[in-house]
Each structure stands twice: as C-alpha cells, then as structure tokens.
C-alpha cells in the first residue's frame, strides 16, 4: 500500500470540554486531549507516536480509526480521513510527534498542551478567506506560529478556493500548504460560502470541531473566553435544509444562555463568536452586509416560517465580540446594535462599550483578490483597509483584550489596533 505522493498531511485541534455549554447530544471532548487529522488515499492503519519534549523520544502511541471521504466530483475520489485523540497530556507541556502507519510516516511535528485555567492570556491569529492561489499572509503565519507567538488559529471561513475544485486536489493542496501552521496549534474554523459544494462535505469530513455537527456550529472554552462557531451560510443555501437554519439558532440561543449565566459569566466574562459573512460592512459590492435588512443581521421572511436573525440574540445575551470576513478587506466598527453606535465615550470609544464590536479581517490572499469600499464610510465604521493581512487578539484577562491587524503589504506593518476594555460583561453591561 502507498499514501498520497507526500507525507500524511496533519491538522491539529484541540478537544476543551465546553461543560457550561448545553444543547449538544454527547460530549463535546475532554481537557487535556488534542486531536490530530490527516489524510491518505490508501486504507492505512491510524497512529499517531509521540512523546513529551525532552524526554525518551516518541515512546507513546495512540491509535485511532479512519473514514471513507468521497468527493462529489465527476471523479468521485475517495480518500480516508484519519483522526487520532491524544489524551492525558500536561498542560503547557510541549509534545512532539509524528503520524501515519508502518505504511509511511509524517514529517516531525510539534505543539503545546493548552493552559486549562481560566486565568492566561491566550494569543490568537484571525483570519478568513485565504486560498491556495495568492495566499499572501501564509508566509508570515508561518513565521508567526513557528515563532510560537500563538496559542490557536481563527479561521473565520472560505478555504483554498475551492477544496472541491479539481475532484478535491485543490483542497488536498491547500491542506499542505496549512500544514505549517495547523501541524503545530490548533486550527479552528467555521464554514463560509466557498466550501458550499456538496452540501460542504469537503469542508465537513477534512475539519475536526468539537460537537456532534461536523463543525458547522460548536462552542469551546479557552482561559477567560468562551467561543462560539457557527455557520452564516445556512441563511443562504436553503436548498442543503431550512430545517438546519433553526437547528442552528435553538442551539446558539441554548449555548449562549447558559455561558451568559453568572456563574460561568464569573470564570469566563468574555464571549467571542465567529462566523464568515458579517452583519454590518461598507465595501462597495452587493453582499449581504451592505443591505440594511442583511440576512444575518435581521433574519429572512421570504421563508416559512421566517428565519430569525441573529443581531438581536447576540446582543440579549450580551455577546462582547464578533469576528467576520467574507469581505476581502480590513474593517474594525464602533460598538454598533441596530445600526446605531453606542460607544462608551466620546474619548474611550471601547471602554465599556454599550453594544458589540464587530471585527471583519477576510484580507488573507485569494484569487479574488481585495475588496474596495465606498467613498464614504457608514457612521459605525472606525477604520478601514483594503491591504492583504490578518489580525493578531490577546485576552489579556477578564477586562481587557487587545486586537490589531497587520499588513502584508506594508512588510508586517500594524496598520489598526484597539483595546476593547469592560469592567462588566453581559446585558448589564449595556446598560
């Protein structure tokens, strides 16, 4: 038996027990695992072999299983998905391993166990849109992560261009290029509108979220955040399932009730979602977020029954945080609810902000290139960028929290940066 042409491709996340959230059937995953993925074209056993670093070299071995993918394609090319858990592993210690069989084995490889306290500042990379031609902040990522100056990568949507183009060696392609980067932290995703082919199946068999929804909604817990994953697309491709749309909302609205009350409010104040196509933007195109009545703002009544949209929800259970892409662009918003802005001051717009803020950082690299806007930015936009880049976020701790988006035009220049500082957390804090 052969694998593919290179090595097994791996792609790594982890499995945090998100145990304040409800509305999911079985558990989500346990602390202290990491879940390692990869692929091959051959039915090959799943190992992975691994070993703490420093001491006797890859003198563990975990075993796990593999599943048929195949593309819908004219080809119809399967491939086997591969999925190993790593568990029992000591937080902040760093591994290093490899994957594969006796058939062939993966490059080393290496990551860190993440702190389980609510108390760290974990550090993250966002981004969206980034494809497998013209891919224009990957290299700096790569530098970035290898440099280990992230805990998690946040990438909020659209994937290769397409990972089912070319009977799905596009997003085999782009699977490699990544390799880089989600071989070594954990590569967090959601789903956008270039991974719809096939009912998303290239997009659902090739990630490994946490939850039972094949990573098109879910929620994890990381030091004093609680983040929520979910998929925009659902609006917009009716024909996959309106059924999956209200899905989707009982359990955002479930998840988001239970980290709102106040005892996991206490450990984890900040609640960040993610989702590709925005609510609110000002680029000078026809999507969704140019339109006042925008489907995921406001919702759909050109269904039966109508779609709810999901500004409203976000906002009842105070959401602090909400990062977008889609737009081939860089646009940070004042704190904005119903298209009015409700800025904490005057002077210290992001200090104690009366509603959320809304992020949209999809500039990574693509072959659509850059988006541009209108002339005349909307009252709720505070800075705009059509330069390729992404956005670096901290969480400092319970109050302050710190993003800033970099330029890969300008040599890694940091172009916008911002400190969204809350001494409440919640709907009061709206108040």
């Given at each position: 038996?052969?694998?593919?042409?290179?090595?097994?491709?791996?792609?790594?996340?982890?499995?945090?027990q998100?145990?304040?959230?409800?509305?999911?059937?079985?558990?989500?995953?346990?602390?202290?695992?990491?879940?390692?993925?990869?692929?091959?074209?051959?039915?090959?056993?799943?190992?992975?072999?691994?070993?703490?670093?420093?001491?006797?070299?890859l003198?563990?071995?975990?075993?796990?299983?593999?599943?048929?993918?195949?593309?819908?394609?004219?080809?119809?090319?399967?491939?086997?998905?591969?999925?190993?858990?790593?568990?029992?592993?000591?937080?902040?210690?760093?591994?290093?391993?490899?994957?594969?069989?006796?058939?062939?084995?993966?490059?080393?490889?290496?990551?860190?166990?993440?702190?389980?306290?609510v108390?760290?500042?974990?550090k993250?990379?966002?981004?969206?849109?980034?494809?497998?031609e013209?891919?224009?902040?990957?290299?700096?990522?790569?530098?970035?992560?290898?440099?280990?100056?992230?805990?998690?990568?946040?990438?909020?949507?659209?994937?290769?261009y397409?990972?089912?183009?070319?009977?799905?060696?596009i997003?085999?392609?782009?699977?490699?290029?990544?390799?880089?980067i989600?071989?070594?932290?954990?590569?967090?995703?959601?789903?956008?509108n270039?991974?719809?082919?096939?009912?998303?199946?290239?997009?659902?068999?090739?990630?490994?979220?946490?939850?039972?929804?094949?990573?098109?909604?879910?929620?994890?817990?990381?030091?004093?955040?609680?983040?929520?994953s979910?998929?925009?697309?659902?609006?917009?491709?009716?024909?996959?399932?309106?059924?999956?749309?209200?899905?989707q909302?009982?359990?955002?609205?479930?998840?988001?009730?239970e980290?709102?009350?106040?005892?996991?409010?206490?450990?984890?104040?900040?609640?960040?979602?993610?989702?590709?196509?925005?609510?609110?933007?000002?680029?000078?195109?026809?999507?969704?977020?140019?339109?006042?009545?925008?489907?995921?703002?406001?919702?759909?009544?050109?269904?039966?029954?109508?779609?709810?949209g999901?500004?409203?929800?976000?906002?009842?259970?105070?959401?602090?945080?909400?990062?977008?892409?889609?737009?081939?662009?860089?646009?940070?918003?004042?704190p904005?609810?119903?298209?009015k802005v409700?800025?904490?001051?005057v002077?210290?717009?992001?200090?104690?902000?009366?509603?959320?803020?809304?992020?949209?950082?999809?500039?990574?690299?693509?072959?659509?290139?850059?988006?541009?806007?209108?002339?005349?930015?909307?009252?709720?936009?505070?800075?705009?960028s059509?330069?390729?880049?992404?956005?670096?976020?901290?969480?400092?701790?319970?109050?302050?929290?710190?993003?800033?988006?970099?330029?890969d035009?300008?040599?890694?220049?940091?172009?916008?940066s911002?400190?969204?500082?809350?001494?409440?957390?919640?709907?009061?804090?709206?108040?």
């Amino acid at each position: 038996a052969s694998l593919t042409t290179r090595p097994p491709l791996p792609l790594i996340r982890f499995l945090l027990q998100t145990m304040h959230c409800v509305g999911r059937e079985s558990n989500p995953g346990v602390y202290g695992s990491m879940v390692i993925t990869w692929t091959t074209e051959d039915k090959v056993d799943s190992v992975v072999e691994y070993s703490q670093w420093g001491g006797k070299f890859l003198d563990q071995t975990a075993k796990g299983s593999s599943v048929v993918f195949e593309d819908g394609g004219s080809e119809k090319r399967k491939m086997y998905i591969h999925r190993v858990t790593l568990s029992d592993l000591k937080p902040g210690s760093t591994y290093v391993y490899h994957c594969g069989s006796d058939a062939g084995w993966s490059d080393l490889f290496y990551f860190t166990a993440l702190d389980e306290s609510v108390h760290w500042s974990p550090k993250f990379a966002v981004y969206g849109d980034m494809g497998n031609e013209n891919p224009q902040s990957l290299a700096q990522l790569q530098k970035d992560t290898q440099a280990r100056m992230y805990d998690v990568i946040l990438h909020v949507g659209d994937f290769a261009y397409d990972m089912d183009e070319d009977n799905a060696r596009i997003g085999d392609e782009f699977m490699r290029q990544v390799e880089s980067i989600a071989a070594y932290v954990p590569y967090m995703t959601c789903p956008g509108n270039h991974e719809q082919a096939y009912n998303f199946s290239n997009y659902r068999n090739r990630f490994s979220m946490p939850g039972d929804t094949e990573s098109l909604w879910y929620s994890w817990n990381i030091g004093p955040v609680h983040i929520v994953s979910f998929s925009t697309e659902l609006f917009f491709y009716l024909n996959y399932g309106l059924d999956l749309v209200f899905k989707q909302y009982e359990w955002l609205k479930k998840d988001l009730e239970e980290a709102a009350k106040p005892e996991n409010r206490a450990l984890r104040p900040w609640i960040i979602t993610m989702g590709h196509r925005p609510m609110y933007c000002s680029n000078a195109d026809r999507d969704d977020c140019t339109k006042f009545e925008s489907y995921v703002r406001t919702g759909r009544n050109d269904t039966t029954p109508p779609v709810p949209g999901l500004e409203d929800l976000f906002y009842k259970f105070g959401v602090d945080l909400e990062l977008w892409a889609h737009e081939h662009s860089y646009e940070r918003l004042w704190p904005v609810y119903g298209y009015k802005v409700y800025n904490g001051s005057v002077e210290h717009p992001y200090v104690n902000p009366k509603a959320p803020v809304h992020i949209i950082t999809g500039s990574a690299g693509c072959r659509e290139r850059t988006d541009p806007f209108i002339p005349t930015p909307r009252d709720w936009s505070a800075f705009r960028s059509s330069d390729y880049g992404y956005a670096r976020m901290q969480v400092f701790n319970s109050s302050h929290l710190y993003l800033e988006q970099v330029s890969d035009d300008q040599d890694s220049k940091v172009i916008d940066s911002m400190w969204l500082v809350k001494e409440k957390h919640g709907p009061q804090a709206w108040l």
